[in-house]
């Protein structure tokens, strides 16, 4: 018999936010149907595949570093990812340009043009053994929770923002394709899907809602019943990315039955509408206090999760106090502020007025510092209560985990002492009962019971 080809390595590196994770996952499983070995380190690898972010200038910056890394330690790299579709001043292609020895650029969600490059330079590998690959791919996330793409693209053009022009306008996924998918993560063992997207309330507006089919049944490819379709899978939903606009009102319901969990992360960006004019916001902040007040009154344990930008050209110190008292109102449970940094190509980097960087990180401290208040007084109103808590990590020293109002990594944590009863240790995935008896601005502490 002859001797069967030896399989090539792989190296990935995966920048980015969850969407770009989702197409470093989908390129890992080709990887592996194809019958590649994936390697963890430079050494061991024939090639390193780099999957970059170009949202911001320290994310550009992280990504040009570890490209420069893979090149020193391996030097056979294929870069794929946003900022792989970015140009330099004289419009050529930026990366090509600051690493020409690289084996080939790619844009982003091109698991395609990946692969095509891999083939050029590590050609596929016959072995009729190789280990077949699980329905739902290869995940880089641990085995309890996964990240579910609905879409890519956004129709907004966000002056603030470059991401349209890399990843293009809106494409949704159709909703039988994004359920499959959704199932076979479920049967693999996965306990919490984080619906991610640039515009996850958008969904289906692209294809016009178009019927489509799950489990036989027609379904029309629309934000609501997407949300109620995962809903059924009996695991936890959390929606990320969801732009308030008025339709999001339909799924509060099915976060109050306890189909979904009662979580949004919504992108208010800011609270003034003059801002949000500059900033190209497709949704009006006029009326968002109202509208988180209405959420509230028919789901009353809704978690909000938001992101603020401190500093934008022109804000005024009226606008900025506007933003503030809105903070204040709101008293949202999560929130992030970002002091605005001027990205290459965006079109907010032309407003007048800009405003001084010193200024700009003093507006995100006072941001920061009032929601830390607010935060320590969320995490108050918990103690004495019982959360259902999913176990991340489970050591000597104790048990970690989130609660249904914590994402992973942006949130915060749940900090448990390992029972003393055998029957009452959790392991990674499981859901359990925790009586909260302390906290500090993010995190509670309890015990299991």
Partial sequence: MENQQKAGKIGMVSLGCPKALVDSERILTQLKVEGY??????EMADIVVVNTCGFIDSAVQESLDAIGEALRENGKVIVTGCLGAKQDASGGNLIAGLHPKVLAVTGPHAADEVMQAVHTHLPRPHDPFVDLVPDHGVKLTPKHYAYLKISEGSNHRCSFCIIPSMRGDLVSRPIGEVMREAESLVKSGVKELLVVSQDTSAYGVDLKYRTDFVNGRPVKTRFAELVQELGELGVWVRLHYVYPYPHVDEVLGLMADNKVLPYLDVPFQHSHPDILKRMKRPA???????RIAAWRKICPSLTIRSTFISGFPGETEE????????LEEAKLDRVGVFAYSPVEGATANQLPNPVEEAVREERRRQLMELQEGISFQCQKAKV???QKVIVDAVSGEGVLGRSMADAPEIDGHVHMPKPAKTWLRPKVGDIVTVKVSGHDAYDLFGDIV
């Fill in 319 to 326: 606008e900025f106090q506007h933003l503030k008292a809105f």
């Fill in 384 to 386: 004495g209560t019982r």
């Fill in 284 to 290: 009006s902040g006029e009326k968002n206090i109202e």
């Fill in 37 to 42: 070995e994936v390697v963890p380190s430079y």
